[in-house]
């Protein structure tokens, strides 16, 4: 099984600030590579796609980079909406779609 | 507009059964692949089982093998799973999603519905 390990667990950032959140995979997965986006009570939100691919209706703030089993997710300036737990998730061998354990991004 | 809504959570005792249903509307439910997520309480997410359209593949995360069964009724936009020998374990929020298949991310979700295991 794929293990995706999302570092760090917790990162402490102002508004309008840049965040970059880090995602990596035990084995290569190509760019096979999603980030998604949790906050409470809510469904999760598909932010990034083939590991840079913005899904539809993502700002253009939201971008993601990698390939292999390095990626990363940068959001240039924090809105007080993008304050949440985000995810990635491989899926290079369907339907086993592993997720990274998260990080959390707080004010 | 795409929609996903879970139903059939709820409180049941360990050793217990439960079934989760999924109804799909505004897109060809019969074009896509399926999956169940859950989120135990302050954990991250974790896939739990898949379905392909037309059920002819299926697979389970190794924590809910032999005791969840997923299904889908295409005829009613549905997707299904029955979880049997329930664990405290398996409390959390139980989300459905949809995936084109082959290798896709999860494009849309649903609300979740929450399940708690505890005597």
């Known amino acids: 099984e794929i293990v995706m390990t999302q570092s760090p667990g917790t990162l402490s950032v102002s508004p309008g600030e840049r965040a970059t959140l880090s995602c990596r995979a035990s084995?290569?997965?190509?760019?096979?590579l999603a980030w998604y986006q949790h906050k409470p009570g809510q469904a999760p939100r598909l932010l990034i796609s083939d590991a840079s691919t913005r899904a539809t209706g993502i700002p253009a703030r939201f971008s993601g980079s990698g390939s292999g089993t390095e990626f990363t997710l940068t959001i240039s300036s924090l809105q007080s909406e993008d304050f949440a737990v985000y995810y990635c998730?491989?899926?290079?061998?369907?339907?086993?779609?592993?997720f990274g354990q998260g990080t959390k991004l707080e004010i | 507009e795409v929609q996903l809504v879970e139903s059939g959570g709820g409180l049941v005792q360990p050793g217990r059964s439960l079934r989760l249903s999924c109804v799909a509307s505004g897109f060809t439910f019969d074009d896509y692949a399926m999956h169940w997520v859950r989120q135990a309480p302050g954990k991250g997410l974790e896939w739990v089982s898949g379905?392909?359209?037309?059920?002819?593949?299926?697979d389970y995360a190794d924590s809910v093998k032999g005791r969840f069964t997923i299904s889908r009724d295409n005829a009613k936009n549905s997707l299904f799973l029955q979880m049997n020998s329930l664990r405290t374990e398996d409390t959390g929020f139980y989300y459905c999603?949809?995936?084109?298949?082959?290798?896709?991310?999860?494009?849309?979700w649903g609300q979740g519905t929450l399940v708690t295991v505890s005597s």
């Open positions: 084995q290569t997965v190509g760019s096979n």
């Open positions: 379905i392909s359209w037309n059920s002819g593949t299926i």
């Open positions: 998730q491989h899926y290079n061998r369907w339907p086993r779609y592993t």
């Open positions: 999603a949809k995936n084109i298949g082959g290798t896709s991310p999860f494009d849309y």
